[in-house]
């Protein structure tokens, strides 16, 4: 289980984040309200997890609070 991430903000959109962690690139889906949360891109955040696994897909979702 991933409870967390804290990396660099390498991309963000209003529905997803690019979280460089250790010089991997996660992509996380995240809410707006956490988006209007995140710092600039190359600022270090620390986002909470959720990983969910599907019979179709494995997605990370992240969460500043």
């Known amino acids: 289980m991933i409870n967390r ?5 390498a991309e963000k959109t209003p ?3 690019v979280l460089e962690v250790g ?3 996660y ?3 995240i809410p707006v309200t956490t988006f209007s949360k995140l710092p600039q891109i190359g ?3 620390t986002l909470f997890t959720l990983f969910y696994v599907r019979e179709d897909a494995h997605q990370l979702f992240g969460f500043i609070e």
Not at 5 to 9: A, F, H, K
């Open 43 to 45: 600022e270090k955040v």
């Open 15 to 17: 529905s997803l984040a």
């Open 23 to 25: 010089g991997m690139g």
């Open 5 to 9: 991430l804290s990396g660099t903000i």
């Open 27 to 29: 992509e996380i889906g």
